[in-house]
């Protein structure tokens, strides 16, 4: 076989003894992997070994067995797009193409794609179980229920061994002290953990009647999760009378459970944070209930003194006291009222009076007579108002301002002589 690399033309005779750089050799080996259709897409499973992921955003691992080791590489736009959380110690089949990496003279596996090890076949089967149970509606949103406010008994499903139920109960106990807790032991793990989980779950409904039910675990492999994808444990939840929250696994981890829960929580620790209340939030809720309930109270009584305020005094309108009151009150005013009237009256009737004094003082003979003018009368007490009605030597009286005369009459004038 003849290869030509860089210009060189590769081609060893056992006459000749061909002498080649290390960069040489290393690019004909890469030609000869880069070449080789099998080795251009190829899956291969092993343990995850010294992890690492510089700023770069590059993923860098060894893939082993028991026997070797394999150098693999992630780039970032890959690694980005792969949800998966790499971890020292997991079991993974990977996808990719084997090269060379010429500066260190290894060849390495260029991961494109990963998946846990085994996971293909149980993948094929959560998808299978997730659409046959979600086409009979165990996964509706409709079909949810929500957590009430303040549980006062909580009921766990999960290891009685496990980490999980002790990070749990210390969150329990620390946001709610209050709280009763019933655990419901059951395996998590292996074929026998989904019956135990069942039997779980239906004892805590029949038995205790929780207000909450949390079923839960920690992380691990799809193998290690499966039983909370057991077809017998998703119903179960799904048929809980109690609401049910899932905590199982990581927040990357899914499962059926999940989906028929009423509420899904990241980890074992978010689900006993989404069932209680903090203690604290509480008393800042009973602290404004108890200002709105001494508002609404102080409101209330307001309007009820009010009202009484407002019937009493109609009640006493009508009581016999308050209409004798209320008379007396009338009659003083009427009397005010008449007194002033009759003032009035006399007021007027009095200039009325006055101005007929004033009438009759002038009319007043004697007032005549001070300004000079005098009053005859005859014998007989009659007034003279004439010369025609008295005779000579006929006798008299002139009455004057300060007293009379009595006089004969001498002579007669009379002013009229000689008039028509």
Known sequence: ???????????????????????????????????NENLMSIWVSGEVSNLSQPASGHVYFTLKDSMASLRCVIWREQARRMAA?????MALEVHGAVSVYE????????VDGLRAAGEGLLFLEFMRLKAKLAEEGLFDEARKRSLPELPFVIGLVTSPTGAALQDMLNTLHARCPLVRVVLAPAAVQGESAPPQLVVALRSLNRFVQPDVIIIGRGGGSLEDLWPFNDERVVRAVAASE??????VGHETDVTLVDFAADLRAPTPTGAAVMAVPHMEDLRNQLDAQRLQLGQVLK??????????????QRLEQLSPRWQVREGMQRLDAMSLRMLTAMRALLRAEAARLSASIARLSG?????VLKRGYALVQDSAGGFVRSVLSVK????????????ALYADVNEIENQTKGEG
């Open 363 to 367: 009319l007043d003979p004697r007032q």
């Open 242 to 247: 109690a609401p049910v929250i899932s905590g």
């Open 299 to 312: 409101d209330r009584i307001s309007g009820r003194r009010a009202v009484v305020r407002d019937l009493s």
């Open 103 to 110: 500066q260190g003279g290894q060849y390495q596996l260029y």
């Open 1 to 35: 076989m003849t290869v030509i690399l860089n210009g060189i033309m590769m081609e060893p005779t056992a006459a000749q003894a061909q002498v080649y750089s290390v960069s040489d050799l290393t690019a004909y080996i890469r030609a000869l992997l880069e070449s």
């Open 392 to 403: 000579l030597g006929q006798n008299i009286r002139v009455s004057l301002q300060d007293g």
């Open 85 to 89: 959380a790499l971890r020292d110690g």
